[in-house]
């Protein structure tokens, strides 16, 4: 199920490293407790709902990359050219 995300979501997944191309993997925290782990979403706008039991944006209290090592490549570094 495709769950559109709400602007404050879009802003936060915009902060966070992409996966691949225009996706992100991450976890997310429901405001019932319930965490549900590498949730994929694309173009930080849509999330792929893993469950039957549907949401909305408005369920979702956090969200964060399921891979928390990962980090943003720093911009305007220097690629040698």
């Not at 404050?8 to 225009?22: A, R, Y």
């Not at 706008?45 to 943003?72: F, L």
């Amino acid at each position: 199920m495709r769950v559109q995300l709400s602007e404050k979501w879009s802003v936060t997944l915009c902060g966070f490293p992409e996966d691949g191309m225009g996706y992100q993997r991450v976890d997310v925290l429901l405001r019932s407790g319930r965490t549900v782990k590498d949730v994929l979403v694309f173009n930080a706008e849509e999330m792929e709902w893993p469950d039957e039991r549907p949401i909305r944006s408005s369920d979702i209290a956090k969200v964060a990359p399921s891979d928390p090592q990962r980090q943003r490549e720093p911009v305007g570094r220097d690629l040698g050219n």
